[in-house]
């Protein structure tokens, strides 16, 4: 089976723009999960969606949005963007109580 | 969430047992142990994971405390592979739902020396 992945794997923005990532799930996996991570705060969850819906939400700010298709890929946004937003974004998508992390992206804020 | 700690760093010899500790003494009845471990420049990679009873995969072995309060994953023979930020996690699987919440730590940064 193939792995889950992330498009794109690097993006160069700046301060204001928007920025949509996008997560393709292992065939058969419902669950997709984000995450951020940065040196100085670690990995931090962002949300869950499980078949559409969002089923858990981290403590982040509205700015930060997602969704999941009913093909379960899923996308993230963040808009208006902040240099503190820049870090590796992982999504992970889940059969039952594994989850299997794709490579990230890695998104830089200018 | 219950609060998992775990040693910042451990060092361990290239083909030698590695014991990787990890502290929850706040754990509660529907929490499983997951651990996790980042190689470098990858995403998280599942490892092993648990409720009370020891637990044997290709990857590892998690023992676990009889009062559940700490648990410790077992590498058998650390190779250079194995170098890697290692993320001792609990997890609700509980009432609330299989969900895909994970909240991970510092981890513990695991050097193998040949």
């Known amino acids: 089976k193939a792995g889950v992945t992330q498009t794109p794997r690097y993006l160069i923005k700046t301060r204001g723009q928007q920025v949509t990532l996008s997560c393709s799930p292992i065939?058969?996996?419902?669950?997709v999960s984000w995450y951020q991570q940065t040196p100085g705060q670690g990995l931090q969850f962002l949300f869950e969606y499980f078949s559409e819906t969002q089923r858990n939400k981290g403590n982040f700010p509205g700015r930060f949005s997602g969704r999941q298709f009913s093909n379960s890929r899923s996308e993230m946004n963040v808009s208006t963007l902040e240099l503190g937003d820049s870090a590796l974004y992982l999504c992970?998508?889940?059969?039952?109580?594994?989850?299997?992390f794709g490579p990230g992206t890695r998104l830089t804020v200018t | 969430d219950a609060k998992t700690t775990q040693p910042n760093s451990m060092e361990s010899n290239e083909e030698e047992p590695v014991h990787l500790p990890c502290n929850h003494s706040?754990?509660?009845?529907?929490?499983?142990i997951h651990w996790y471990r980042q190689l470098p420049s990858q995403g998280p990679e599942y490892v092993i994971h648990?409720?009370?009873s020891n637990v044997n995969n290709r990857m590892a072995s998690l023992a676990i405390a009889e009062d559940r309060k700490s648990s410790t994953l077992i590498l058998h023979r650390a190779t250079l592979r194995d170098a890697a930020v290692y993320y001792c996690?609990?997890?609700?699987?509980?009432?609330?739902?299989?969900?895909?919440?994970?909240?991970f730590g510092q981890g513990t940064t695991l050097q193998v020396k040949p």
């Open positions: 706040t754990i509660s009845g529907t929490d499983y």
């Open positions: 996690i609990l997890r609700d699987q509980g009432g609330s739902g299989n969900t895909g919440k994970l909240i």
């Open positions: 648990g409720l009370t």
């Open positions: 065939s058969g996996h419902r669950s």
């Open positions: 992970a998508s889940s059969p039952s109580y594994e989850q299997y």
